[in-house]
């Protein structure tokens, strides 16, 4: 079991350009995340998926976009990227969403992403 | 509106020592409370988790504690051992989403 895979591990972007942050578990988990974690700042929800086919907003979802592409993968878009979206982006999944804290999420190593 | 705040950024202990972090809440709607480490290059993992309900859940070397009245939970880490060097973070659960605090980066010296 790999758990949370995600790639790239490291990006540099100029301003404007666009990726994709690829995201895949392979628990056969039903919900999946995608944060943010800046200095100072703990993580923050951007979007989240509870279960295949459906997405919704987090906490911080401006300037990106998300696609469930199957029940592994949940992946996150960055159209035209800011300096302010220079972060380190953690993608996420457990069971079903967190109702109590048997619900544990587990998490990606992160992709650290640089934007110029 | 940061509702999990730990304001030590940084801690630093003896080895075999005791470890407290502490992380104060502003929403007394939390249903959960729950301790994540992270080590560099590496995403957070689970620690250890305690109820609303309960004011002590204990795990090994791992004791959190909860005050509801004054809305702080501490985790206490006995003996603290070198493999404890690492960024935690306390997190909420508040319909159905993780609130998480700054982190406290823990170092255990020799």
């Known amino acids: 079991n790999a758990g949370v895979t995600q790639t790239p591990k490291f990006q540099v972007l100029k301003t404007g350009q666009s990726m994709t942050l690829q995201c895949a578990q392979d628990m056969n988990h039903n919900s999946m995340y995608w944060y943010r974690q800046d200095p100072g700042m703990g993580l923050r929800l951007i979007y989240y998926?509870?279960?295949?086919?459906?997405?919704d907003k987090g906490e911080v979802p401006n300037g990106y976009n998300v696609s469930r592409l199957n029940k592994r993968e949940f992946s996150l878009r960055l159209e035209s990227a800011a300096p302010s979206q220079t972060s380190v982006y953690f993608c996420?999944?457990?069971?079903?969403?967190?109702?109590?804290?048997?619900?544990?999420?587990?998490f990606g190593p992160g992709t650290r992403l640089l934007v110029l | 509106d940061q509702q999990v705040k730990q304001n030590s950024p940084s801690l630093s202990v003896q080895e075999g020592r005791i470890s407290i972090l502490n992380c104060d809440y502003t929403?007394?709607?939390?249903?959960?409370f729950l301790w994540y480490k992270k080590y560099p290059a590496e995403g957070p993992t689970f620690l250890i988790s305690i109820s609303s309900i309960k004011d002590k859940n204990e795990d090994g070397r791992f004791t959190v504690f909860l005050n509801k009245s004054a809305k702080h939970l501490s985790l206490h880490i006995v003996p603290s051992q070198p493999g404890d060097s690492a960024v935690y973070f306390c997190a909420a659960i508040r319909a159905q989403k993780l609130v998480f605090g700054q982190g406290t980066r823990l170092t255990i010296n020799p």
């Open positions: 998926s509870a279960s295949e086919g459906t997405t």
């Open positions: 929403n007394s709607m939390f249903d959960y």
């Open positions: 996420a999944s457990s069971e079903a969403l967190v109702s109590s804290d048997q619900e544990t999420q587990y």
